[in-house]
């Protein structure tokens, strides 16, 4: 299990690429990256996006877990709802995460 609450997330990338004997092109490729991307994320001059940094997780078969909130309402409801997935089903988090992406589209419209 990686944490997101590690601020050198390439280092952490890095040595799971080598510890799994894989090649910045083979990550790449598996993740839809560009191999110069994953360079300079192993490398400490690009931060990953979250889902970028997830993609590159589930290739080296590593979990990504967010421990801590950032201290803004947004991130606090990050950390409750990363709580809420851990303890439910697959089938559950897939029905939470189509109500999630329905609600977030059409927030607006309700009045």
């Not at 050198?8 to 839809?32: C, F, H, N, P, Q």
């Not at 851990?86 to 059409?106: G, P, R, S, Y």
């Amino acid at each position: 299990m990686i944490s997101m609450k590690s601020t050198d997330l390439g280092t952490t990338v890095k040595r799971l690429r080598k510890t799994r004997g894989m090649s910045r092109i083979e990550v790449s490729d598996a993740a839809g990256i560009s191999e110069s991307h994953l360079k300079k994320i192993e490398n400490g001059i690009r931060q990953p996006g979250f889902e970028t940094y997830r993609k590159i997780m589930e290739v080296l078969e590593a979990d990504v877990v967010m421990l801590n909130s950032d201290g803004t309402i947004k991130g606090e409801c990050a950390a409750r709802v990363q709580k809420v997935f851990l303890e439910i089903t697959e089938t559950q988090a897939l029905f939470l995460v189509q109500v999630l992406e329905f609600m977030a589209q059409n927030i607006d419209t309700v009045k």
